[in-house]
Nanobody, 126 residues
Framework: QVQLVENGGGLVTTGGSLTLSCEAS????????QAWFRQVPGKEREFVAA????????YYADSVKGRFTASRDNGKNTGFLHMNSLKPEDTAVYYC???????????????????WGQGTQVTVSS
């Protein structure tokens, strides 16, 4: 079983930056595809970014491309989401997720991921 613990959410003004972290335990991190999703009340969970297992590439939603950077430190079993140039529409609860079986065509779907963090609130004020 994989456990994911997120940290780093908070309140920031428009144009500011935040970095989220996602620490994994229970399985060798390098064998997992790790992703980030976000959700606002009343809407479905939205794909933000995904990092395939070691060397497999990084993928972003169009809405965050060029502003957000996902990275991972396999030695520390931790993934990161560096968020720059934040906008009010980025306000959401952000979740990290992980999968041992994800394939390229399924990366953007929440149902792909068996393991989820508890979520962390990111609020961007205008």
């Amino acid at each position: 079983q994989v456990q994911l613990v997120e940290n780093g959410g908070g309140l920031v003004t428009t144009g500011g930056s935040l970095t989220l972290s996602c620490e994994a335990s229970g399985r060798t991190f390098s064998t997992l595809t790790q992703a980030w999703f976000r959700q606002v009340p009343g809407k479905e969970r939205e794909f933000v970014a995904a990092l395939k297992r070691s060397g497999g590439g990084t993928y972003y939603a169009d809405s965050v491309k060029g502003r957000f950077t996902a990275s991972r430190d396999n030695g520390k079993n931790t993934g990161f989401l560096h968020m720059n140039s934040l906008k009010p529409e980025d306000t959401a609860v952000y979740y990290c997720a992980a999968s041992g079986t994800a394939i390229l065509s399924s990366l953007r779907y929440a149902s792909t991921y068996a393991y989820w963090g508890q979520g962390t609130q990111v609020t961007v004020s205008s």
